[in-house]
T-cell receptor
Framework: RKEVEQDPGPFNVPEGATVAFNCTYS??????FFWYRQDCRKEPKLLMS???SGNEDGRFTAQLNRASQYISLLIRDSKLSDSATYLC????????????FGGGTRLMVKP | DVKVTQSSRYLVKRTGEKVFLECVQD?????MFWYRQDPGLGLRLIYF???????EKGDIPEGYSVSREKKERFSLILESASTNQTSMYLC?????????????FGPGTRLLVL
């Protein structure tokens, strides 16, 4: 079983739609969680951290469910520019230095 | 502004050549990482370093070595390049502070081994 699992997609949605991605992780001792965004042929960039109580940044909402060991990302009012691959990322060592990356979920927002 | 740079965006090498990939960060980060990214396999950790002259194997170190002589610079070396090392190579750095585990990535190097 992979340490961090995501549905690879692609998710094809129209502009303005709401879309949600889930991610599951296997290490119950994980403490830090992130969503990264990666555009085609570019490097991953931090989109947002995921906090225990859930957090929102504009149109993006991240949730953490420790009991079920999953993380979600909700995107409201999708824009064409949201088209990218979204990587679920979990810290994987006690010192917090190591990150484990999911394989990514590809989102395509269409006009 | 955070900056991680990699020496080349694209490289073409021949089987058996020795290849050096350089990474430099200007954030005074203690931690530096080398990953490769392949379709369907995601990001896989090759080597990482917590400090100058320190190195640790990641998940797929075979065929690679690294060097960290200065805090800001982390080099990945392919001793004898092979075609299965054709990939996108990404360098990243992070602070050792508990509250700042986010990794910052360089733009990547696309390596083609013929």
């Amino acid at each position: 079983r992979k340490e961090v699992e995501q549905d690879p997609g692609p998710f094809n949605v129209p502009e303005g739609a709401t879309v949600a991605f889930n991610c599951t992780y296997s290490n119950s001792a994980s403490q830090s969680f992130f969503w990264y965004r990666q555009d085609c042929r570019k490097e991953p960039k931090l989109l947002m951290s995921v906090y225990s109580s859930g957090n929102e940044d504009g149109r993006f909402t991240a949730q953490l469910n420790r009991a079920s060991q999953y993380i979600s990302l909700l995107i409201r009012d999708s824009k064409l520019s949201d088209s990218a691959t979204y990587l679920c990322v979990v810290n994987s060592d006690n010192a917090g230095n190591m990150l484990t990356f999911g394989g990514g979920t590809r989102l395509m927002v269409k006009p | 502004d955070v900056k991680v740079t990699q020496s080349s965006r694209y490289l073409v090498k021949r089987t058996g050549e020795k290849v050096f990939l350089e990474c430099v960060q200007d954030m005074d980060h203690e931690n530096m990482f080398w990953y490769r990214q392949d379709p369907g396999l995601g990001l896989r950790l090759i080597y990482f370093s917590y400090d100058v002259k320190m190195k640790e194997k990641g998940d797929i170190p075979e065929g690679y070595s690294v060097s960290r002589e200065k805090k800001e610079r982390f080099s990945l070396i392919l001793e004898s390049a092979s075609t299965n090392q054709t990939s996108m190579y990404l360098c990243a750095s992070s602070s050792r502070d508990r509250g700042r585990e986010t990794q910052y990535f360089g733009p990547g190097t696309r390596l083609l081994v013929l």
